[in-house]
């Protein structure tokens, strides 16, 4: 069997052979405890996990011990919403979200209703864009927090996150992000990005699934949801993943130095898709603003084909709509839909998403993959 090319990116990423190698040695030789502290085995692996902290605390501008290591971003977005709400209950009941956010941070909100928040779900703009001023009319008194992705991952759509929680800040209110896509692609200096937790996963910067991380700022009151053995500061009790958390220092290590160089190169690729594909093609919008985007990231409605056939046939490339992170959904992608797309445009819309590992020759392939398909299935509806 040959394999299609991979350009699902944003669904996860192949473990980067380096961070392998760097990994290994924690599964076999070096398999302690972190947390024994009576011999070499558990200092060993103590001392790895600290070098990871302070790596991954060194791509996002963060200090080492604001860093609790989770089993990715799924449960740092439940510890941090849960969490602040528990510790802040005094304070107020009242969320603020996006409806475009990833399902993690929908239903982990819609689980808090259950428990007496109250949620804004706010309605981006047709580019997928949502303004200060949106969030500025949504505050009431009771405003605790704040939660807003800094990326989509479905259409890279990257929100102005800084004026955002610089104004919540002025406020007092939390603010938690969901930075699973941009961290290892973006630039992140959290000294100056003013949010009080932000969520990230190895397994979308070439660590292996299973590991992630919260960054909670100094002094932010917060609840642990997972009690046990006091890990983590006692903020997420549990044996520490020594060698998934190896594996993500390294990563972070190896996206700080390449993170720069590799933008560029990435987002290259992608235009060079997104302008072959519109220029053989009629009828292609990019979903989502074009001036605030991943690098790697390219939404495309095809208008008049049926998004079923469409993904079917697409059988050289791996791609995804937008319910792919949804497991078992064939609903159109929610993401998409808040934008205002209709149902038939969001089934028709198809992620690409680069990587480290995408060459151009994989990108002339998938244009003319994609322009072959997608002229066959026209014509055949035409007819
Ligand atoms: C992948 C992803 C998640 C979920 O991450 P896991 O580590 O797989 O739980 C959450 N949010 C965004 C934006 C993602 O891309």
């Given at each position: 069997?040959?394999?299609?090319?991979?350009?699902?990116?944003?669904?996860?990423?192949?473990?980067?052979?380096?961070?392998?190698?760097?990994?290994?040695?924690?599964?076999?030789?070096?398999?302690?405890?972190?947390?024994?502290?009576?011999?070499?085995?558990?200092?060993?692996?103590?001392?790895?996990?600290?070098?990871?902290?302070?790596?991954?605390?060194?791509?996002?501008?963060?200090?080492?011990?604001?860093?609790?290591?989770?089993?990715?971003?799924?449960?740092?977005?439940?510890?941090?919403?849960?969490?602040?709400?528990?510790?802040?209950?005094?304070?107020?009941?009242?969320?603020?979200?996006?409806?475009?956010?990833?399902?993690?941070?929908?239903?982990?909100?819609?689980?808090?209703?259950?428990?007496?928040?109250?949620?804004?779900?706010?309605?981006?703009?047709?580019?997928?864009?949502?303004?200060?001023?949106?969030?500025?009319?949504?505050?009431?008194?009771?405003?605790?927090?704040?939660?807003?992705?800094?990326?989509?991952?479905?259409?890279?759509?990257?929100?102005?996150?800084?004026?955002?929680?610089?104004?919540?800040?002025?406020?007092?209110?939390?603010?938690?992000?969901?930075?699973?896509?941009?961290?290892?692609?973006?630039?992140?200096?959290?000294?100056?990005?003013?949010?009080?937790?932000?969520?990230?996963?190895?397994?979308?910067?070439?660590?292996?699934?299973?590991?992630?991380?919260?960054?909670?700022?100094?002094?932010?009151?917060?609840?642990?949801?997972?009690?046990?053995?006091?890990?983590?500061?006692?903020?997420?009790?549990?044996?520490?993943?020594?060698?998934?958390?190896?594996?993500?220092?390294?990563?972070?290590?190896?996206?700080?130095?390449?993170?720069?160089?590799?933008?560029?190169?990435?987002?290259?690729?992608?235009?060079?898709?997104?302008?072959?594909?519109?220029?053989?093609?009629?009828?292609v919008q990019v979903n989502?603003?074009?001036?605030?985007?991943?690098?790697?990231?390219?939404?495309l409605a095809?208008a008049?084909?049926?998004?079923?056939?469409?993904?079917?046939?697409?059988?050289?490339?791996?791609?995804?709509?937008?319910?792919?992170?949804?497991?078992?959904?064939?609903?159109?992608?929610?993401?998409?839909?808040?934008?205002?797309?209709?149902?038939?445009?969001?089934?028709?819309?198809?992620?690409?998403?680069?990587?480290?590992?995408?060459?151009?020759?994989?990108?002339?392939?998938?244009?003319?993959?994609?322009?072959?398909?997608?002229?066959?299935?026209?014509?055949?509806?035409?007819?």
């Amino acid at each position: 069997m040959t394999y299609p090319i991979y350009l699902d990116y944003n669904a996860t990423t192949p473990v980067d052979q380096r961070v392998l190698d760097a990994m290994l040695p924690y599964l076999t030789m070096h398999f302690g405890n972190a947390a024994s502290r009576t011999h070499v085995f558990g200092l060993k692996a103590e001392e790895a996990v600290a070098q990871a902290r302070r790596q991954v605390a060194a791509l996002i501008g963060a200090l080492p011990n604001e860093l609790v290591f989770t089993s990715g971003a799924t449960e740092s977005i439940n510890l941090a919403l849960k969490g602040a709400f528990e510790a802040n209950s005094h304070r107020g009941n009242h969320i603020i979200t996006v409806a475009t956010e990833h399902k993690a941070g929908l239903d982990t909100c819609l689980h808090l209703e259950q428990l007496g928040a109250e949620v804004t779900y706010l309605t981006p703009d047709s580019e997928g864009l949502v303004s200060p001023e949106q969030i500025e009319t949504a505050l009431r008194p009771g405003t605790l927090l704040i939660s807003m992705m800094l990326a989509n991952n479905e259409t890279g759509v990257i929100q102005p996150l800084t004026e955002i929680a610089a104004l919540a800040r002025q406020r007092n209110i939390l603010v938690h992000t969901d930075a699973t896509q941009a961290v290892g692609k973006l630039p992140i200096d959290l000294a100056r990005l003013p949010v009080d937790f932000l969520s990230f996963s190895g397994h979308k910067f070439y660590a292996p699934k299973g590991i992630g991380g919260l960054f909670v700022r100094q002094k932010t009151p917060l609840i642990a949801q997972q009690d046990g053995g006091r890990h983590e500061r006692a903020r997420r009790s549990g044996t520490l993943n020594v060698p998934g958390i190896v594996a993500m220092g390294k990563a972070a290590e190896l996206a700080q130095t390449q993170l720069a160089e590799e933008a560029v190169r990435v987002a290259r690729l992608r235009d060079r898709l997104e302008s072959g594909l519109t220029a053989r093609l009629s009828d292609v919008q990019v979903n989502g603003t074009r001036a605030h985007r991943l690098p790697n990231t390219s939404n495309l409605a095809f208008a008049n084909v049926d998004g079923e056939a469409l993904l079917m046939s697409l059988n050289e490339i791996a791609v995804s709509n937008g319910s792919a992170c949804t497991a078992a959904s064939t609903d159109p992608s929610h993401v998409l839909k808040a934008m205002g797309l209709s149902d038939e445009l969001a089934y028709s819309s198809v992620r690409f998403s680069l990587g480290r590992f995408t060459a151009d020759a994989d990108i002339d392939q998938a244009i003319s993959h994609v322009v072959t398909v997608v002229d066959r299935l026209r014509t055949y509806q035409s007819i």
